[in-house]
């Protein structure tokens, strides 16, 4: 459910075209609650949209109906339905055509730094030496 919920909150940031919502005020939350009203006719509260988007706790269903409907949808249960996630499931094609990539972990890329600066030091002094 959070990730339906996450969704419909990128879908409706993706509608409004605005600016990263960690940067939203609350009178973009007022203005959020006016376009809500205008488009679906039902009144959302500026300050349950604002906690809405700011933490991960559960609306309420009619909530939810409320901004589905707000993104084109009939309803909540319309949005889940239609943004339903399944399981890929790998064939040996896939992961031939997919092979894993190679990660370095951060603990080699200190080190190759560190590395890399003592190297750098003990090429200076040789160089400074044979002058």
């Known amino acids: 459910m959070i990730r339906h919920i996450n969704d419909l909150k990128q879908q409706i940031e993706r509608i409004l075209h605005w600016e990263q919502p960690d940067h939203w005020r609350f009178c973009d939350f007022e203005l959020l609650s006016q376009l809500v009203f205008a488009r679906t006719h039902r009144r959302v509260d500026a300050r349950d949209l604002q906690t809405f988007w700011e933490s991960s706790v559960i609306p309420s269903k009619s909530f939810l109906n409320t901004l589905a409907y707000f ?29 894993p990539y190679w990660k370095i972990s951060d603990r080699w890329v200190v080190i190759i730094c560190w590395l ?12 400074v030496w044979k002058q």
Not at 76 to 87: L, M
Not at 116 to 124: D, K, N, Q, R, Y
């Open 71 to 99: 993104a084109d949808y009939a309803d909540w249960d319309d949005f889940c339905a239609r943004n339903s996630y399944g399981v890929v499931e790998a064939d040996d094609e896939m992961e031939r055509l997919h092979a």
């Open 116 to 127: 890399s600066i003592i190297a750098s030091i003990l090429v200076g002094i040789l160089l």
